[in-house]
Nanobody, 127 residues
Framework: EVQLVESGGGLVQAGGSLRLSCAAS????????IGWFRQAPGKEREGISC????????YYADPVKGRFTISSDNAKNTVFLQMNGLKPADTAVYSC????????????????????WGQGTLVTVSS
């Protein structure tokens, strides 16, 4: 079965850290770019980070640059999003997604190029 399964969300105080995981199965992990979207209540979805599994290139949106780090464990077909210095503005449902194209599909919200979506995990940052 082709799927992405996220884990690691939860409630954290401002300034704290969380690590999200996105475990992939059912497709050729190394041929994809894996990205993270988030959607806060009442706001549009935004693509916040992406990693190209084949070459390790990464992308970060400005709101998370310097605080979030994306990485992959290719042996375990898993992508991680380490989130440090969390702010209440980071409160959102975080979803990972896989595209056989480049990270541009994530950064430009080109949903037609997204092949697999995770179910989403809620991150709540209290002030």
């Amino acid at each position: 079965e082709v799927q992405l399964v996220e884990s690691g969300g939860g409630l954290v105080q401002a300034g704290g850290s969380l690590r999200l995981s996105c475990a992939a199965s059912g497709f050729s992990f190394g041929d994809y770019a894996i990205g993270w979207f988030r959607q806060a209540p009442g706001k549009e979805r935004e693509g916040i980070s992406c990693i190209s599994i084949s070459n390790g290139k990464t992308y970060y949106a400005d709101p998370v640059k310097g605080r979030f780090t994306i990485s992959s464990d290719n042996a375990k077909n898993t992508v991680f999003l380490q989130m440090n210095g969390l702010k209440p503005a980071d409160t959102a449902v975080y979803s990972c997604a896989a595209t056989p194209f480049t990270c541009a599909a994530i950064t430009t919200l080109s949903y037609r190029y997204i092949e697999v979506w995770g179910q989403g995990t809620l991150v709540t940052v209290s002030s």
